[in-house]
């Protein structure tokens, strides 16, 4: 297993503003994804974070839009760009090792509400 | 692309009773089935997961069964106690060209309320 670490946990923000989540990991992962869970909803992938290149979105998910980094192989950021309260959701990093079917492993998510 | 149903989006059982919670799955290529349980306000976290060379998993009060040529699998949970209560999410991932592990694709969710 590994410990996730997500900041912020929790963050109020205005509408138009951008805001930065942070994932880190207590040791090195193969795979970083970032998840969308909408209240009362199920989970809705982002995107993957590649380390070293540009990540790869899921259809309905833009780069302008969120902008993922992943310098390492224990770090990732999504960045939630123009925000609208529609983005008010939490959003989940989660983590797996390269395996035929490897488990994964999510961290305790950032809880983002839009005024 | 994947798409993944799931049944019933809301069980509540009597403590002591079983819950029975299924889903359906579109791509033959999946191969990997994990169930995960989601308690208010935390994370989601595996509870259990079938791969597609068994039929049946079993973990103390919880079961997970696959049936491969129907594109279904269920999770069975006995005797239910009430730190049961949940909202319980089936997913499906499939094995990419390469051996790379491919996107998992979640249900919507059950919530499982377990009366004392």
């Known amino acids: 297993s590994a410990v996730i670490s997500q900041k912020p946990s929790r963050d109020i923000c205005q509408r138009g503003t951008s805001l930065t989540i942070q994932c880190q990991v207590d040791?090195?992962?193969?795979?970083m994804f970032w998840y969308r869970q909408q209240p009362g909803q199920s989970l809705t992938l982002i995107a993957t974070?590649?380390?070293?290149?540009?990540?790869?979105?899921e259809s309905g998910f833009v780069i302008d839009k969120f902008p993922i980094s992943r310098p390492n192989l224990t770090f990732s950021t999504l960045t939630v760009s123009n925000m609208s309260p529609e983005d008010s959701s939490i959003y989940l990093c989660?983590?797996?090792?390269?395996?035929?079917?490897?488990?994964?492993?999510f961290g305790e998510g950032s809880r983002l509400t839009v005024l | 692309g994947e798409n993944v149903e799931q049944h019933p989006s809301t069980l509540s059982v009597q403590e002591g009773d079983s819950a029975v919670i299924k889903c359906t799955y579109s791509?033959?290529?999946?191969?990997?089935f994990p169930w995960y349980k989601q308690e208010l306000g935390k994370r989601p976290q595996l509870i259990i997961d079938?791969?597609?060379?068994?039929g049946e998993k079993k973990d103390q009060r919880i079961a997970v069964t696959l049936n491969k040529t129907a594109k279904h699998f269920s999770l069975h949970i006995t005797e239910t106690q009430p730190e049961d209560s949940a909202v319980y999410f089936c997913?499906?991932?499939?094995?990419?060209?390469?051996?790379?592990?491919?996107?998992?694709?979640f249900g919507k969710g059950t919530k499982l309320s377990v009366k004392p």
């Open positions: 974070a590649n380390q070293g290149s540009e990540a790869t979105y």
């Open positions: 040791s090195q992962v193969t795979m």
């Open positions: 079938i791969r597609s060379n068994v």
């Open positions: 989660s983590v797996a090792w390269q395996d035929p079917a490897g488990e994964l492993f």
């Open positions: 997913a499906a991932r499939k094995m990419n060209y390469g051996g790379s592990q491919g996107n998992l694709i």
């Open positions: 791509d033959s290529a999946s191969n990997y």
